[in-house]
């Protein structure tokens, strides 16, 4: 279950309903792709997978929300696997981030996945 700072003010749990990472209002839509900080965090995840890859891969909003993503035929097949694991990683590290106030963190999202 996905909660958002909207129904945890509802339900008088927050007393904000704003985005703690931006301060825009909060949304489902905002929290899974219109969030800034979010968005930057993705593309540093997409540009290690590049990198790694030798790819030049961007995410559609359609791909980051569905997982179903169009790669380059050359890599091998385990690859969309480990795009799909670390693209449902990042995103519940994003979660975990936005309900403790942290700051998504690519040096510690990175470190996160190594332990
Ligand atoms: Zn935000």
Known sequence: MVSLFKELKRFKI???DV?????C???LEHTCLDCPVSVKFYEEIISWFNQKKKTKKTLSN???????YELPSSLPPHSR?????????AKKYVYA?????ARPDY?????????
């Open 62 to 68: 359609d791909e980051l929300l569905f997982q179903n």
């Open 14 to 16: 927050k007393n904000e």
């Open 25 to 27: 209002a909060d949304s």
């Open 97 to 101: 981030c936005k309900f403790t106030d």
């Open 107 to 115: 040096s510690q999202f990175k470190f996160y996945l190594i332990v």
């Open 81 to 89: 696997r480990q795009l799909n694991l670390l693209v449902l990683l």
């Open 19 to 23: 985005c703690s990472q931006c301060r």
